[in-house]
């Protein structure tokens, strides 16, 4: 069984994109009273981290796609969904994918430094843990009850 959950960050597989759900488009596209904007979801290969959903859906990736010139679109990450409000699959198909895309490979690098930074942290920890350990085992191994060594202490 494959469960993202129980799966640590090194071993997670990436976080990509798949095939826009066509049960959710609007059925009037391509025609005249097609809306110009509406929203499209797109399935994930994987549910997303808590994580992942909280970076894709933060304001950082707004900003950035409001500054690449799509200042209308949402991103929401509903189960294994990544819904895009305020778009349209020309909007998508012209470069919107391609910055969805971009942001989506940011998490991943994002998640890598922080799991970088978590394991040089816990071998610290471990480091430190292992040298007071030492040092606690040979103040203890210094203690004699040898009657002898009080009178040379003297």
């Keep these: 069984m494959n469960s993202s959950?129980?799966?640590p960050n090194s071993e997670r597989e990436?976080?990509?994109?798949?095939t826009v759900l066509l049960d959710g488009l609007p059925g009037s596209l391509l025609t005249d009273q097609a809306p110009e904007k509406y929203l499209v979801a797109v399935v994930f290969n994987?549910?997303?981290?808590?994580?992942?959903a909280?970076?894709?859906t933060g304001t950082a990736v707004k900003e950035r796609l409001r500054s690449a010139?799509?200042?209308d679109v949402e991103l929401n990450v509903v189960n294994r969904r990544l819904e895009i409000s305020n778009t349209s699959l020309e909007e998508l198909r012209?470069?919107?994918s391609?910055?969805?895309a971009r942001e989506l490979a940011g998490v991943e690098q994002k998640f890598?430094?922080?799991?970088?930074a978590r394991n040089a942290q816990f071998r610290k920890e471990v480091d430190a843990e292992s040298k007071r350990s030492e040092a606690v085992q040979l103040l203890a191994q210094s203690i004699t009850f040898d009657p002898a060594r009080i009178e040379a202490l003297h």
Excluded: S
């Design 5 to 7: 959950a129980n799966t």
């Design 14 to 18: 990436t976080l990509k994109l798949g």
């Design 46 to 52: 994987r549910r997303a981290e808590p994580e992942e």
């Design 54 to 56: 909280d970076f894709l």
């Design 69 to 71: 010139g799509y200042p």
């Design 94 to 96: 012209d470069g919107l």
């Design 98 to 100: 391609v910055a969805i």
């Design 112 to 116: 890598e430094r922080e799991r970088v």
